[in-house]
């Protein structure tokens, strides 16, 4: 495929390599001497789809589905089913597991009841160090529920990894 036009390096849709472009043609071509043939339609969509002519392939469905004239209802139907498996596959979203969603929030999935114990750890350590004095025996609570806050999360994160 060329690459001129994009600056990404990706390949451009819109002027494939014409090895492939006849080698889509020729499998089309042979798609059509038996459009029922399931095993033809498979051959050909795996060939779109590794190639990266879905748009081209979701073309000739399409075009297929709407010549009233020249084909029956029953085989336009099929042609506008896998020009549909073809569009799905263009439009692709990745699944995301829900339990891993990040909320807008700045602080993630964190309930308001971390969210104020972390804030408090943190006063305690800036009110330790700014007073000095009696207030230096806050920080080593401030620090120690900081740890423990924060290893508790990684070994949750971790066995949600294992699991999946």
């Known amino acids: 495929m060329d690459t001129e036009d994009r600056q990404d390096g990706l390949p451009s849709q819109s002027r494939p390599d014409p090895e492939l472009q006849s080698r889509e043609e020729a499998m089309w071509e042979n798609l059509l001497k038996d459009f029922a043939d399931e095993q ?32 029956p209802i029953e085989l336009r139907r099929l042609a506008r089913q896998k020009q549909q498996q073809l569009a799905s596959i263009l439009f692709l979203r990745p ?12 602080f993630g ?14 006063i305690l350590l800036f009110v330790g160090f700014i007073w000095g004095g009696w207030a230096l025996l806050l920080v080593p609570f401030s620090i120690a529920g900081l740890v423990i806050y924060f290893a508790q999360k990684a070994r949750h994160a971790k066995e949600k990894f294992e699991d999946n």
């Open 95 to 106: 699944r995301v597991d829900p339990s891993l969603k990040r909320s807008g929030s700045p």
């Open 40 to 71: 033809r339609h498979k051959e050909y969509l795996g060939f779109c789809i590794k190639n990266n002519l879905m748009l081209a392939g979701s073309k000739r469905y399409g075009a297929y589905a709407e010549d009233k004239e020249a084909y």
């Open 109 to 122: 999935s964190l309930s308001g009841f971390e969210v104020g114990g972390l804030f408090a750890m943190v």
